[in-house]
T-cell receptor, first 114, second 110 residues
Framework: AAGVIQSPRHLIKEKRETATLKCYPIPRHDTVYWYQQGPGQDPQFLISFYEKMQSDKGSIPDRFSAQQFSDYHSELNMSSLELGDSALYFC?????????????FGPGTRLTVL | DAKTTQPPSMDCAEGRAANLPCNHSTISGNEYVYWYRQIHSQGPQYIIHGLKNNETNEMASLIITEDRKSSTLILPHATLRDTAVYYCIVRVRSARQLTFGSGTQLTVLP
């Protein structure tokens, strides 16, 4: 079965640079979630989108922004990168309201900020 | 969402059943119990979820106590590939986010 696709899988950036992470949800899923997992930590919710509108916001820094496009893929834009932004970034997707709403995760993007 | 409590680590012999407990004493009536696992640095993997009845799928069984204040995830025949951090998450079905706690590091021993 098709899964959530994330790109790139690995990304290395310098401090103060920008980064864009992409997420392609499971076909027919309309909700996308972003999570951040720092070294030795548990995943933390950042933001979610339902039908291209932001639906929930977690502990996402103001330097980060995200959007969901008409084809339901999502991009997480990160500016003025800091060393502390080095982490795994996971995207998850879920199906329409009224379905199980179970979130399925992608393999993640490992961001390293030098 | 209700808070969950899990033991930080557990060991299990390969081929034996792994029973992972979770306490969620403040769970409310409309909150589901979800289980995910994360194999080292991979994306969290959905395992199973339930509301009040016991559930079983191809991966595991979920036993929820009658008062719903605790649950147990059962992997019937653990393999080395089941070594992972297992997260028990309580969530209202309509909630848009998962709140991960510390989870249980399950190590399956040969």
């Amino acid at each position: 079965a098709a899964g959530v696709i994330q790109s790139p899988r690995h990304l290395i950036k310098e401090k103060r640079e920008t980064a864009t992470l992409k997420c392609y949800p499971i076909p027919r899923h309309d909700t996308v979630y972003w999570y951040q997992q720092g070294p030795g930590q548990d995943p933390q919710f950042l933001i979610s989108f339902y039908e291209k509108m932001q639906s929930d916001k977690g502990s996402i820094p103001d330097r980060f922004s995200a959007q969901q496009f008409s084809d339901y893929h999502s991009e997480l834009n990160m500016s003025s990168l800091e060393l502390g932004d080095s982490a795994l970034y996971f995207c998850a997707s879920s199906g329409p309201l009224g379905s199980t709403d179970t979130q399925y995760f992608g393999p993640g993007t490992r961001l390293t900020v030098l | 969402d209700a808070k969950t409590t899990q033991p930080p680590s557990m060991d299990c012999a390969e081929g034996r059943a792994a029973n992972l407990p979770c306490n969620h004493s403040t769970i409310s009536g409309n909150e589901y119990v979800y289980w995910y696992r994360q194999i080292h640095s991979q994306g969290p993997q959905y395992i199973i979820h339930g509301l009040k009845n016991n559930e079983t799928n191809e991966m595991a069984s979920l036993i929820i106590t009658e008062d719903r204040k605790s649950s147990t995830l059962i992997l019937p025949h653990a393999t080395l590939r089941d070594t992972a951090v297992y997260y028990c998450i309580v969530r209202v079905r309509s909630a848009r986010q998962l709140t991960f706690g510390s989870g249980t590091q399950l190590t399956v021993l040969p």
